[in-house]
Nanobody
């Protein structure tokens, strides 16, 4: 089993910053897992935001490049998402996920929901204009 627990969500004004954390635990968890952040806004499908593999390779969707940074501390079994220059369109429930990793054209890809077998409960991020 793998348990993922997100924290750090809340409300912030546009242009502000926020850091999300995700603590991983469980007998089946190890640092070889690829970790990712997904988000889901009301009425929209869940989308992958960023992913990081065990070697530290990262991948982002275009709308967050240069504003969000994904990182992990394998010693602490913790995943992070540093978010800056937040905009109202970043408002969503943010989920962390663990999976085997998706690679295309020799590089890490975020993949889709079906590529991740373990999920946290989510943490809400609300950005006001």
């Amino acid at each position: 089993q793998v348990q993922l627990l997100e924290s750090g969500g809340g409300s912030v004004q546009a242009g502000g910053s926020m850091r999300l954390s995700c603590a991983a635990s469980g007998d089946d968890y190890n640092s070889a897992y690829c970790l990712a952040w997904f988000r889901q806004a009301p009425g929209k499908e869940r989308e992958g935001v960023a992913a990081i593999d065990m070697d530290g390779s990262t991948r982002y969707i275009g709308s967050v490049k240069g504003r969000f940074t994904i990182s992990r501390d394998n010693a602490k079994n913790t995943l992070y998402l540093e978010m800056s220059s937040l905009q109202p369109e970043d408002t969503a429930m943010y989920y962390c996920a663990a999976g085997a990793g998706v690679y295309r054209d020799g590089g890490l890809d975020i993949g889709s929901e079906r590529d991740y077998g373990y999920w946290g409960q989510g943490t809400q991020v609300t950005v006001s204009a």
